[in-house]
Each structure stands twice: as structure tokens, then as C-alpha cells.
């Protein structure tokens, strides 16, 4: 079975630093990977999808990785900014492009002025 | 456009009733999916559709009723339901097709079981 795990739990940073979010799986066997934020009481905004022949991707401020092997990914935040403030979820895909998405249990990010 | 539309956004029901969500998206995606949420906890799989054929149950109760009614909506039944169900009901959609497989969700609907 599919384990998503992520760290950290929470992570509370002055405005402007650079951050790492770090996500790792126990099956290897992956379709793609996706990271997304959610503000409370909210859906979900897709922010990355990696593909599983893909190392990495990047969206303005945001660059995510992959090493499928290892069964990691890397969420990279550049100069953060208050309105980056939310919760953190990577998922990972299995089987099919429409197959299930497991989902890690989030990190929360509190960036302060 | 990149939107999943839901409704209700909320929803208080008895345990008697029988309520529907919806789920609507414009953007030719022939996978959609529902995710059940609960406080500070991840989403969680339900349903997926495929080209309007159920393809995934996740062993979800059968008062839960998902139906796809064409390539553009999803609903999903409720009836009979427990306090315990109450939670945040999310819609995702996605292409179905090698090299895609990108979810986009709807603002979900939150649910209130009395």
C-alpha cells in the first residue's frame, strides 16, 4: 500500500527566506506526482504535476522535483511572501493517468511580515 | 479556463434526507473524480469516472450514490446518511489520457450531518 509522507508538519518562516518542502513515498511505481496548497476551508489549487519521466518543474517561484527512484520530491519556494501562507499537500498517482492519488497528510506554512 | 464547479458550497441535512451534490467543468477533461475531506486531514478517494463509467469504488458506503450524467457533470446521491459523514465533498477532474492525469478541483462542498 502506498505511503505519502510528509516533512515538516508545520513551518513557520520570516517573509523572504527561500524553503524546502519535502515529500517521500514508499512505491516507487508512481504515474505522476502533484503538489498542491489549500487555504482553510477551501479546495484544492494545483500548483506542480510532475510526470513520472520527469525530474522536475518549475512556475514562477515554485520549483518541484522528483527522484522516483528514492521515492522523493522536493517542493522549493523562493523568497516567500505572507499570501504564501496555507497548507502544503503532495500526492502521488498510481497505476493509470486516471488512477488513485494519495495524498500526504500536508505541511502547513505560516510566512510572517 | 481551469474551473470545477460544485454545488451547494454548504449543505446541513437530517439523517432522513436525501440530498444531491453537483459537480460541473468545461474543460473536455473525461475523468472526474470525488474526494471526501475531513478536518486537518487529506482528501480522501471515493469515485473516480472514467469516460462516464464508474472505474474506481473505494469500498465507499451505499449511501453514497455517484452518477455521471454526461462528459461534464458529476453528482454524487446522499442518503441515510451519519453525523460521522459529515465533512468537505471535493470534485476533481482530469484528462484521462497519457500525459495527463492533472487534477483540478472544485471549492468543494461542505456537508453537515444533524
Known amino acids: 500500500k502506498q505511503e505519502v509522507t510528509q516533512i515538516p508538519a508545520a513551518l513557520s518562516v520570516p517573509e523572504g527566506e527561500n524553503l524546502v518542502l519535502n515529500c517521500s513515498f514508499t512505491?516507487?511505481?508512481?504515474?505522476?506526482l502533484q503538489w498542491f496548497r489549500q487555504d482553510p476551508g477551501k479546495g484544492l489549487t494545483s500548483l506542480l504535476l510532475?510526470?513520472?519521466?520527469?525530474r522536475e518543474q518549475t512556475s514562477g517561484r515554485l520549483n518541484a522535483s522528483l527522484d522516483k527512484s528514492s521515492g522523493r520530491s522536493t517542493l522549493y519556494i523562493a523568497a516567500s511572501q505572507p499570501g504564501d501562507s496555507a497548507t502544503y499537500l503532495c500526492?502521488?498517482?498510481?497505476?493509470?493517468?486516471?488512477?488513485?492519488?494519495?495524498f500526504g497528510q500536508g505541511t502547513i506554512l505560516t510566512v510572517h511580515p | 479556463d481551469t474551473e470545477v464547479t460544485q454545488t451547494p458550497k454548504h449543505l446541513v441535512m437530517g439523517m432522513t434526507n436525501k440530498k444531491s451534490l453537483k459537480c460541473e467543468q468545461h474543460?473536455?477533461?473525461?475523468?472526474m473524480y470525488w474526494y471526501k475531506q475531513k478536518a486537518k486531514k487529506p482528501p480522501e478517494l471515493m469515485f473516480v469516472?472514467?469516460?462516464?463509467?464508474?472505474?474506481i469504488n473505494e469500498s465507499v458506503p451505499s449511501r453514497f450514490s455517484p452518477e455521471c450524467p454526461n462528459s461534464s457533470l458529476l453528482n454524487l446521491h446522499l442518503h441515510a446518511l451519519q453525523p460521522e459523514d459529515s465533512a468537505l465533498y471535493l470534485c476533481?477532474?482530469?484528462?484521462?489520457?497519457?500525459?495527463?492525469?492533472?487534477?483540478?478541483f472544485g471549492e468543494g462542498s461542505r456537508l453537515t450531518v444533524l
Open positions: 474543460m473536455g477533461h473525461r475523468a
Open positions: 512505491d516507487s511505481a508512481i504515474y505522476n
Open positions: 500526492a502521488v498517482k498510481e497505476g493509470t493517468s486516471y488512477g488513485k492519488l494519495t
Open positions: 476533481a477532474s482530469s484528462r484521462p489520457e497519457a500525459g495527463g492525469g492533472e487534477l483540478f
Open positions: 510532475i510526470q513520472s519521466s520527469q
Open positions: 469516472y472514467s469516460y462516464e463509467k464508474l472505474s
